[in-house]
């Protein structure tokens, strides 16, 4: 059986419920909150409610909860711009981002951005996924954004993404949109296609961008160590701007960029959704065989 998730119509409650158990969690770690009370938000028996959590996020509920409160970003920050030259030094910038995935990356040009996307046809869908609902957008070179929210806030989440892009045409497309969601969204690793990028912003955007794409999966960095290796330490400023005007979320990971003590800074789609998606991140590499580990 495929550990692949179903992002369609038949498996949307059960996301939907997976969504909700995984929000709470998020909010409420520190207060080690146990199965029962995740099941009940779900609406499910624990029994149930353990299986489907399991099946559709990739770890248990008991493993996503001991990685909610971070400890292991504060151990890969001690490593400081080791984590991210090591990274690229191993020639780690396609298996070690998220789920195996291998992203082909084109970019806009400056004059065409300045343009404001003038010409561009993007189209778009919304999904349910492990962190609520999705926003998938696509030109027809690639990914060009991807936004989080819940349910409810659709026409906000969208109204977001095209001020990016004013001048562009928009058209919803679920269907061409859903396969994106469930490849990106898998468990398996498997690299059935590979994911095309379209990056849409300026070239110091863009280089920042390129940068968040070399962390590997289950580890995190710091907005200085970005800018020590995309230009120079003292930038941490400007790199902080890029990386929240970044349009791809999850897949352009800036989630995995930490303040210098290891604290959360801001992020655009919320705080809880950032932890969440860290310690998930976390608690599939634990359970990974030691050998494919990145150390």
């Given at each position: 059986m495929s550990n692949e998730p179903n992002i369609g119509a038949a498996e949307t409650p059960t996301w939907r419920k997976m969504g909700r158990a995984i929000r709470y969690l998020s909010e409420r770690y520190q207060d080690q909150p146990d199965l029962e009370e995740a099941a009940s938000v779900a609406g499910l028996s624990p029994y149930h409610f353990q299986r489907l959590f399991t099946r559709h996020v990739g770890v248990s509920?008991?493993?996503?909860?001991?990685?909610?409160?971070?400890?292991?970003?504060?151990?890969e920050l001690?490593?400081?711009a080791s984590v991210l030259d090591a990274a690229l030094d191993a020639g780690l910038?396609?298996?070690?981002?998220?789920?195996?995935?291998?992203?082909?990356?084109?970019?806009?040009?400056?004059?065409?951005?300045?343009k404001g996307g003038e010409g561009l046809?993007?189209?778009?869908?919304?999904?349910?996924?492990?962190?609520?609902?999705?926003?998938?957008?696509?030109?027809?070179?690639?990914?060009?954004?991807?936004?989080f929210g819940d349910e409810g806030e659709e026409d906000e989440m969208l109204e977001d993404m095209k001020s990016r892009w004013p001048r562009a045409r928009y058209r919803e497309a679920v269907a061409h949109t859903a396969p994106l969601a469930r490849q990106i969204f898998a468990l398996d690793g498997?690299?059935?296609?590979?994911?095309?990028?379209?990056l849409l912003g300026t070239p110091w955007q863009i280089k920042v961008w390129q940068a968040l794409m070399e962390i590997p999966s289950?580890?995190?960095t710091t907005y200085r160590n970005v800018a020590l290796k995309v230009c120079t330490p003292k930038a941490s400023r400007a790199v902080g701007a890029a990386v929240g005007r970044n349009p791809i979320s999850l897949l352009i990971p800036c989630h995995r960029v930490l303040g210098t003590s290891g604290a959360l800074h801001g992020y655009h789609w919320g705080l809880p959704r950032k932890r969440a998606m860290l310690a998930l991140e976390a608690a599939r590499q634990s359970e990974r065989p030691k050998t494919s580990a990145i150390v």
């Amino acid at each position: 059986m495929s550990n692949e998730p179903n992002i369609g119509a038949a498996e949307t409650p059960t996301w939907r419920k997976m969504g909700r158990a995984i929000r709470y969690l998020s909010e409420r770690y520190q207060d080690q909150p146990d199965l029962e009370e995740a099941a009940s938000v779900a609406g499910l028996s624990p029994y149930h409610f353990q299986r489907l959590f399991t099946r559709h996020v990739g770890v248990s509920p008991k493993a996503f909860v001991s990685h909610l409160t971070l400890n292991h970003a504060k151990t890969e920050l001690q490593h400081g711009a080791s984590v991210l030259d090591a990274a690229l030094d191993a020639g780690l910038s396609g298996p070690s981002r998220l789920h195996d995935l291998c992203l082909k990356i084109e970019a806009m040009t400056p004059g065409d951005y300045a343009k404001g996307g003038e010409g561009l046809l993007i189209e778009y869908g919304f999904h349910d996924c492990p962190f609520g609902v999705t926003l998938l957008m696509a030109t027809d070179k690639g990914v060009c954004g991807m936004a989080f929210g819940d349910e409810g806030e659709e026409d906000e989440m969208l109204e977001d993404m095209k001020s990016r892009w004013p001048r562009a045409r928009y058209r919803e497309a679920v269907a061409h949109t859903a396969p994106l969601a469930r490849q990106i969204f898998a468990l398996d690793g498997k690299k059935n296609d590979e994911i095309k990028l379209h990056l849409l912003g300026t070239p110091w955007q863009i280089k920042v961008w390129q940068a968040l794409m070399e962390i590997p999966s289950g580890s995190v960095t710091t907005y200085r160590n970005v800018a020590l290796k995309v230009c120079t330490p003292k930038a941490s400023r400007a790199v902080g701007a890029a990386v929240g005007r970044n349009p791809i979320s999850l897949l352009i990971p800036c989630h995995r960029v930490l303040g210098t003590s290891g604290a959360l800074h801001g992020y655009h789609w919320g705080l809880p959704r950032k932890r969440a998606m860290l310690a998930l991140e976390a608690a599939r590499q634990s359970e990974r065989p030691k050998t494919s580990a990145i150390v």
